[in-house]
């Protein structure tokens, strides 16, 4: 099981630069998850999608953040145009969705840094 | 109302010491599965324990057990025989009906040598 991946692990863009954060999620997983954290406000869930469809995306900060899944194994998560404030570390988590038992699983992140 | 509660935002522990950090939950639900998760200075977020709302026993992982109150919806994590490694963030989380989650502030553990 290689886990959920991300890609990249570091990103470091100027401002007003497009970011596109990227997320391969556990085969079988059908719950996919984009999480911010930062020191100021901790893990924010900024999206969550079921089966491909987003479900939950009142997190999203505001339009220059959207999120994609055009399939079962990939995900996306875009900011344009990005700024400072978007410095974060920006993690991907998957679960199945047969129970509560299910736990998430999460990647290794990707730190975004806006100078 | 906050779903999760940590009201500890640091806590200090002797090595091979027990140490318990502490998680309260709000919800109207009849099932749910609480979680905690260890994040160690290098970032990554790892799944440590996981307790049903109808699981009768508390559960227990290695070192790591849950001290799961219901009636006082608390689902506190004891850490037991402290390494140096147990050094991290921890996060206690809830799933309620959906597929959402919900997770605590955190709280930050060190082990004192």
């Known amino acids: 099981d290689a886990g959920v991946i991300q890609s990249p692990r570091h990103e470091v863009t100027e401002m007003g630069q497009e970011v596109t954060l990227r997320c391969k999620p556990i085969?079988?997983?059908?719950?996919l998850f984009w999480y911010r954290q930062t020191m100021m406000r901790g893990l924010e869930l900024l999206i969550y999608?079921?089966?491909?469809?987003?479900?939950?995306d009142s997190g999203m900060p505001e339009d220059r953040f959207s999120a994609k899944m055009p399939n079962a194994s990939f995900s996306t998560l875009k900011i344009q145009p990005s700024e400072p404030r978007d410095s974060a570390v920006y993690f991907c988590?998957?679960?199945?969705?047969?129970?509560?038992?299910?736990?998430?699983?999460f990647g290794n992140g990707t730190r975004l840094t806006v100078t | 109302a906050q779903k999760i509660t940590q009201t500890q935002p640091g806590m200090f522990v002797q090595e091979k010491e027990a140490v318990t950090l502490d998680c309260t939950y709000d919800?109207?639900?009849?099932?749910?599965?609480l979680f905690w998760y260890k994040q160690p200075s290098s970032g990554e977020m790892i799944f440590l324990i996981y307790?049903?709302?109808?699981?009768?026993q508390n559960a227990t992982e290695g070192r790591y057990s849950l001290n799961f109150q219901k009636a006082r919806k608390s689902a506190n994590l004891v850490i037991s025989a402290s390494q140096l490694g147990d050094s991290a963030m921890y996060f206690c989380?809830?799933?309620?009906?959906?597929?959402?989650?919900?997770f605590g502030t955190g709280t930050s553990l060190t082990v004192i040598p």
């Open positions: 988590a998957s679960s199945s969705n047969t129970g509560r038992r299910s736990p998430l699983h």
């Open positions: 085969s079988g997983h059908n719950s």
């Open positions: 999608f079921n089966n491909n469809v987003p479900i939950d």
């Open positions: 919800t109207s639900d009849q099932s749910y599965g």
């Open positions: 307790q049903g709302s109808y699981d009768e």
């Open positions: 989380a809830m799933r309620e009906g959906g597929d959402q989650f919900y």
